[in-house]
């Protein structure tokens, strides 16, 4: 399968707790980015992390990319009920110049 | 910023005929378009590429006849579902990239077929 995998596929927190997505690639990639989607809409980009960067932070988005085990996470801190949604990474591939998304995390956070 | 516009947002078509599903990048020229399409509940899956002026490369597994890409311009590409069956009913997305921009998504075509 072209996908990479996320997990956990589902996720389901309080208001105020950590939310934190895994996604794993395949080869080798250029850069790694994650999108967020609302039920039935389209993606909302959140954050890139280049194949050279370890960690890179956006307001309450924390991304981190190991390389060496193709791996990257998303940390969503003091998470709010709006965050609710499913997210997405996608790996921008070296060969092929394609951008393959993950399998998803469904993130549900109660008030 | 860069928009990318797709439409129509939402189609419903009968069984056996073709609908064409537009997107365009608005202020900047797209070296590489892209298609995907999404079940519901699923993640997506990457259909095509396709860059202007030449023929769009398939992934395998995707029927080439069936769902024809037509990259006439740098601001255009075209999605046509030919002889449509229900199980083509999915959200379809595109996507256009431009190097100073990256990747740039369409808001997405629901097609239904009846």
């Known amino acids: 399968s072209q996908q990479g995998e996320e997990d956990p596929q589902a996720l389901s927190i309080q208001e105020g707790e950590n939310a934190t997505m895994n996604c794993s690639y395949k080869?080798?990639?250029?850069?790694l980015q994650w999108y967020r989607q609302n039920s039935g809409r389209g993606l909302v980009h959140l954050i890139l992390i280049r194949s050279n960067e370890r960690e890179k932070h956006s307001g309450r988005l924390r991304v981190t990319l190991d390389t060496s085990k193709k791996s990257s996470s998303l940390l969503i801190t003091a998470s709010r009920a709006a965050d609710t949604a499913s997210y997405f990474c996608a790996a921008f591939y070296n060969q092929g110049g394609k951008l393959i998304f993950g399998q998803g995390t469904e993130l549900s956070v109660k008030p | 910023g860069a928009v990318v516009s797709q439409h129509p947002s939402r189609v419903i078509c009968k069984s056996g005929t073709s609908v064409k599903i537009e997107c365009r990048s608005l202020d900047f020229q797209a070296t590489t378009m892209f298609w995907y399409r999404q079940f519901p509940k699923q993640s997506l899956m990457l259909m095509a590429t396709s860059n202007e002026g030449s023929k769009a490369t398939y992934e395998q597994g995707v029927e080439k006849d069936k769902f024809l890409i037509n990259h006439a311009s740098l601001t255009l590409s075209t999605l046509t579902v030919t002889s449509a069956h229900p199980e083509d009913s999915s959200f379809y997305i595109c996507?256009?990239?431009?190097?100073?921009?990256?990747?740039?998504f369409g808001s997405g075509t629901r097609l239904t077929v009846v």
């Open positions: 996507s256009a990239f431009y190097i100073n921009y990256g990747y740039t």
């Open positions: 080869t080798s990639i250029n850069n």
